[in-house]
């Protein structure tokens, strides 16, 4: 079964950029699609983006508003989530899931997600 590793969260400003990791182990990497989340405590977790092989990028909620960008590198099984002029209501837990095959496919497996704290 795939596994999963977040890294590149961390203590940030407002108006800066983080880039986060997610990197697989195990599995195939092209059977699956990878997500990205957050998720506050105490709030309902968000999606915010994902890319498959077959599909793509794509977007959700707060990310189709362009400060997001999703992309993979095939050759170190690692997906990216790219976050520009990050905002204080932006600090969450960011985990990444594997997706079977799609998107839209169900939850394989999470990551243990990288805290992202942005002071204003």
């Known amino acids: 079964e795939v596994q999963l590793v977040e890294s590149g969260g961390g203590l940030v400003q407002a108006g800066g950029s983080l880039r986060l990791s997610c990197t697989a182990s195990?599995?195939?990497?092209?059977?699956?699609?990878i997500g990205w989340f957050r998720q506050v405590p105490g709030k309902a977790r968000e999606r915010l983006g994902c890319?498959?092989?077959?599909?793509?990028?794509?977007y959700y909620g707060v990310s189709e508003k362009g400060r997001f960008t999703v992309s993979s590198d095939i050759a170190k099984k690692t997906v990216y989530l790219q976050v520009n002029s990050l905002k204080p209501e932006d600090s969450a837990n960011y985990y990444c899931?594997?997706?079977?095959?799609?998107?839209?496919?169900?939850?394989?497996?999470w990551g243990q997600g990288t805290q992202v704290t942005v002071s204003s």
């Open positions: 899931a594997a997706l079977e095959l799609y998107c839209s496919g169900y939850e394989v497996s």
């Open positions: 195990g599995g195939t990497f092209d059977d699956y699609a």
């Open positions: 890319v498959s092989s077959t599909e793509g990028s794509s």
